[in-house]
């Protein structure tokens, strides 16, 4: 693996990610490898948004939260730490 060149927007973890490399898994990547590096770290920042938008009730986006994993709270922004707990309190 390459060395890091990214860190989630979320979690924080450095990762590598170019999609312009001639690396076609790279390539064939979704494009929120931009920002985050899983699909939880995306998942859970889509909620996270949704219900400040208010598109999501509290208990709607609480149940998906439940359905992330959030085993490395810890390790996100304080920010966002504040912000789930916020939710699923």
Known sequence: MSKINR???????????????NDAN????????????????????????D????????EISTEKLKACDLTNID???VDIQEQIRAIIS
């Open 75 to 77: 390790t996100f922004d």
């Open 7 to 21: 860190h989630c927007a979320l979690c924080g973890a450095g990762y590598y990610f170019c999609p312009t490399c």
């Open 26 to 49: 790279a390539q064939m990547k979704p494009s929120w490898y931009n920002l985050y590096d899983t699909e939880n770290c995306k998942n859970i920042f889509d909620i996270l948004v």
């Open 51 to 58: 219900n400040f938008l208010q598109k999501d009730t509290k």
